[in-house]
């Protein structure tokens, strides 16, 4: 094995895009396999009830990843095309299980192509425009207490009352899912504090809002949210006023310069690399191209954004090697 420790820089990004292409095809030989073993029904003979648990038990695949692969087999087996799409990397183990249920003889070439190195959201936006869903209803429920288990008591602690402990439960993740062509299925849990802030504001926009919709209510929040934070992050105004000019030997960014500099960037870190620009949206930056401490100016030429990565990331190269 490769000692990767003592690689140079351009020989280390060579050699994971080709490890990359290595799995990549791989995976494909692995999943056209398991498609004709499927058809065979080859694991029956090994002792095993379905391909399922055949990839689990024999195999050692986790859940998830035999779940993909099964899903990309049956696919692959009806629509080769497939194969082919993840052998040059223009489609994910994701993507194909999004999509297979909603793939036709008629339809598949078409769909898999319009999917070509799309990200999940992306896929899913697509299948909610080929088949949309009604508009899921507002609701506000309940959750029931967490369960809790007793812990068992050992000998040295006879005698003492017994310890209660919160029962394991799986993460209640958020979730935003299209149901269709600009709708979205929205799910995640609030505090008590925050139900009761909902409630209030459907009583007080009864007169506007008399069915109490806290999709609208939600809107209207990240609305009043959005601008907030506009504001002072981007220098965002309704009312501009005159600029002022720089003041050079200080650090602060006039609220027109940050303005400027958000509308040039169009709120994405604009740091380029050899691949190509950063698409970091979050966690954004006012960057100094030439630093302050080296005299660089807080005007909009010197001044660009950058995710926090990039900016701690050109701060080494700029004072020290990045190591």
């Known amino acids: 094995m490769t000692n990767v420790a003592v690689m140079t820089d351009d020989a280390l990004l060579a050699s994971v895009r080709e490890l990359t292409h290595r799995e990549r095809v791989a995976t494909v030989h692995l999943i056209s396999a398991l498609a004709e073993l499927d058809s065979r029904r080859l694991y029956l003979g090994e002792g095993y009830s379905s391909l399922f648990t055949y990839c689990t ?3 050692h695949l986790s859940e998830h990843a035999a779940y993909g692969r ?13 194969l082919e799409l993840l052998a040059e990397g ?23 192509d319009a999917a070509r190195h799309r990200s999940k959201r992306e896929v899913e936006r697509q299948m909610a425009a080929l088949h949309p869903l ?5 609701s506000v429920r309940q959750l029931p207490a967490p369960e809790t288990r007793m812990l068992s008591a050992s000998p040295s602690s006879l005698g003492a009352p017994p310890i209660a402990l919160p029962a394991l439960t799986a993460k209640r993740a958020e979730v935003i899912k299209p149901v269709a062509p600009e709708r979205y299925k929205v799910q995640f849990t609030i505090s008590r504090a925050t139900h009761d802030k909902l409630r209030q504001a459907q009583d007080l926009l009864r007169h506007v809002l008399r069915d109490g919709d806290i999709g609208m209510i939600v809107d209207r929040a990240l609305t009043l949210l959005l601008d907030d934070l506009l504001k002072k992050r981007a220098g965002e105004t309704h009312q501009p006023r005159r600029r002022r000019a720089s003041i050079a030997k200080s650090r602060h960014v006039p609220r027109a310069v940050r303005r400027e500099v958000w509308r040039r960037d169009g709120g994405q870190c604009a740091f380029v690399g050899t691949a190509g620009r950063c698409t970091e949206r979050g966690l954004l930056e006012i960057h100094h191209v030439v630093p302050f ?16 990565a990039h900016n701690a990331y050109e701060a080494q190269l700029w004072f020290g090697a990045w190591r």
């Open 57 to 59: 038990q024999a195999l």
């Open 70 to 82: 099964i899903e990309a087999a049956r696919a692959a087996r009806r629509f080769p095309f497939i």
């Open 90 to 112: 223009a489609l994910t183990l994701t993507a194909v299980c999004l999509l297979a249920r909603h793939l036709t003889r008629d339809n598949h070439r078409a769909v898999l």
């Open 134 to 138: 009604p508009p899921v209803p507002s």
């Open 293 to 308: 401490v080296d005299d660089g100016p807080p005007t909009s030429g010197n001044l660009e954004l950058r995710c926090r």
